[in-house]
């Protein structure tokens, strides 16, 4: 099977899994973002990008907290893009504190560069400002 | 209810399928759902709620709420 093809039915159980928000994040961006214990009153949410660490950040003051690298493999094979983003979000949701146990905890830059993530962050943000407006505004 | 299973190079793969109040159906769904967890897949059950999207790790069959659409199996997560 082509690498389009499982790329395609990956996203599509992406798609009907995550908040429509979050995957037309990951759609339009490459990334979403999963508040700490599923609650965004946590204060502290992590950056889902796919084959990379999870990043976590303050999200009141963007401040980068740590890097968290987890890998989902099948008998030493990677899985698509989107199902590696969708184990982190089954898990993160599910199992927080073990993946959080598992992962190899490092300061932040040790695999992502800050200033992409902030970067990322600032495109986020942004992104979500411009979807409520649009989603206020039936004109636009 | 759908029991797939996230798989490198082929997408996720359908591993079965029934309604668990048909006693049939149930013990299929059952007997898969071990072979996963034997073969040391975690696995997870999305949930919706007024729109807002969660999961619910599970580790037996009876915790799979009986109305979920489907239970989503993937590889154990390692410190990378």
Same mark, same amino acid.
């Given at each position: 099977?082509?690498?389009?093809?499982?790329?395609?039915?990956?996203?599509?159980?992406?798609?009907?899994?995550?908040?429509?928000? /979050?995957?037309?994040?990951?759609?339009?961006?490459?990334?979403?973002?999963?508040?700490?214990?599923?609650?965004?009153?946590?204060?502290?949410?992590?950056?889902?990008?796919?084959?990379?660490?999870?990043?976590?950040?303050?999200?009141?003051?963007?401040?980068?907290?740590?890097?968290?690298?987890?890998?989902?493999?099948?008998?030493?094979?990677?899985?698509? /893009?989107?199902?590696?983003?969708?184990?982190?979000?089954?898990?993160?949701?599910?199992?927080?504190?073990?993946?959080?146990?598992?992962?190899?905890?490092?300061?932040?830059?040790?695999?992502? /560069?800050?200033?992409?993530?902030?970067?990322?962050?600032?495109?986020?943000?942004?992104?979500?400002?411009?979807?409520?407006?649009?989603?206020? /505004?039936?004109?636009? | 209810?759908?029991?797939?299973?996230?798989?490198?190079?082929?997408?996720?793969?359908?591993?079965?399928?029934?309604?668990?109040?048909?006693?049939?159906?149930?013990?299929?769904?059952?007997?898969?759902?071990?072979?996963?967890?034997?073969?040391?897949?975690?696995?997870?059950?999305?949930? %919706?709620?007024?729109?807002?999207?969660?999961? @619910?790790?599970?580790?037996?069959? %009876?915790?799979?709420?009986?109305?979920?659409?489907? @239970?989503?199996?993937?590889?154990?997560?390692?410190?990378?």
């Amino acid at each position: 099977m082509s690498v389009h093809r499982v790329e395609r039915r990956a996203r599509e159980l992406l798609r009907t899994t995550l908040a429509e928000e /979050d995957f037309a994040a990951y759609e339009r961006l490459g990334f979403f973002s999963v508040p700490g214990r599923g609650d965004p009153a946590s204060g502290y949410a992590y950056l889902v990008y796919p084959h990379r660490p999870l990043v976590a950040y303050e999200t009141v003051t963007g401040r980068l907290l740590s890097e968290y690298c987890v890998r989902f493999r099948d008998d030493g094979v990677r899985l698509p /893009d989107a199902d590696d983003v969708l184990a982190k979000w089954l898990a993160l949701h599910g199992r927080e504190r073990e993946l959080i146990a598992t992962a190899n905890v490092n300061p932040p830059g040790h695999q992502v /560069d800050p200033d992409h993530v902030r970067r990322d962050l600032a495109l986020l943000a942004r992104w979500r400002s411009e979807r409520a407006v649009d989603s206020r /505004d039936p004109m636009r | 209810m759908k029991l797939v299973r996230m798989t490198p190079g082929h997408g996720d793969v359908l591993l079965a399928e029934g309604d668990p109040d048909v006693a049939e159906d149930e013990e299929r769904l059952i007997e898969e759902f071990r072979r996963q967890l034997e073969q040391g897949m975690w696995a997870a059950v999305p949930t %919706a709620d007024r729109g807002r999207r969660e999961a @619910v790790m599970v580790r037996d069959f %009876a915790e799979v709420p009986r109305d979920a659409e489907r @239970v989503v199996f993937y590889p154990p997560a390692a410190g990378g």
